[in-house]
T-cell receptor
């Protein structure tokens, strides 16, 4: 199947710093990508929908100035956690819509963020 | 609030036992339903999906799920599990009116199959 990668797989940073997470579709072009956050023993929570060439659409309650999303190309979306705090520590997962199929998504392996 | 609920957070069973994982959703309109699996250290993979038609859908690795509209349920089943089925299983719902690919996930069920 199609492959979506994330980088880095885990990151530890100090409080107040910014962290960038990359999501790449390796063998297909994805007009739309999605960013999720997963808390321990909790569901995946959709944070935002990332559209190539336009602004991301954020879910209710997600701070767009804190979680900056850029979808600069058809194979790359980035999530930047700005001025990270310990409560931002979480598992962040991206997914990409497979072309011509609104219901086929491929997920990345996730990024574990720990903010000290 | 609209939600997707999975009944069990953690299931332990022996090889060859039968598995059934419950999933209920609270949306009233048209829905597309999915089960995803996440093996240890790997990314989420699609097991099966239901859009319309036969409410009993078959997926990969011997899994099947039944959509019961009156019960707002989409339970996952496998008649005989293997050790390699140890994984976390997520039910997901996409509302018919939602924009492309917008899923709501359940909290997941951790399944451990013992030899």
């Amino acid at each position: 199947g199609a492959v979506v990668s994330q980088h880095p797989s885990r990151v530890i940073c100090k409080s107040g710093t910014s962290v960038k997470i990359e999501c790449r579709s390796l063998d297909f072009q994805a007009t739309t990508m999605f960013w999720y956050r997963q808390f321990p023993k909790k569901s995946l929570m959709l944070m935002a929908t990332s559209n190539e060439g336009s602004k991301a659409t954020y879910e209710q309650g997600v701070e767009k100035d804190k979680f900056l999303i850029n979808h600069a190309s058809l194979t790359l979306s980035t999530l930047t956690v700005t001025s990270a705090h310990p409560e931002d520590s979480s598992f962040y997962i991206c997914s990409a819509d497979f072309p011509l199929s609104t219901d086929t998504q491929y997920f990345g392996p996730g990024t574990r963020l720990t903010v000290l | 609030a609209q939600s997707v609920s999975q009944h069990n957070h953690h299931v332990i069973l022996s090889e060859a036992a039968s598995l059934e994982l419950g999933c209920n959703y609270s949306y009233g309109g048209t829905v597309n339903l999915f089960w995803y699996v996440q093996y240890p250290g790997q990314h989420l993979q699609l097991l099966l999906k239901y859009f319309s038609g036969d409410p009993l859908v078959k997926g990969i690795k011997g899994f099947e799920a039944e959509f019961i509209k009156s019960k707002f349920s989409f339970n996952l089943r496998k008649p005989s599990v293997q050790w390699s089925d140890t994984a976390e299983y997520f039910c997901a719902v996409k509302r018919g009116t939602d924009s492309w690919g917008k899923f709501q996930f359940g909290a997941g069920t951790q399944v451990v199959v013992t030899p």
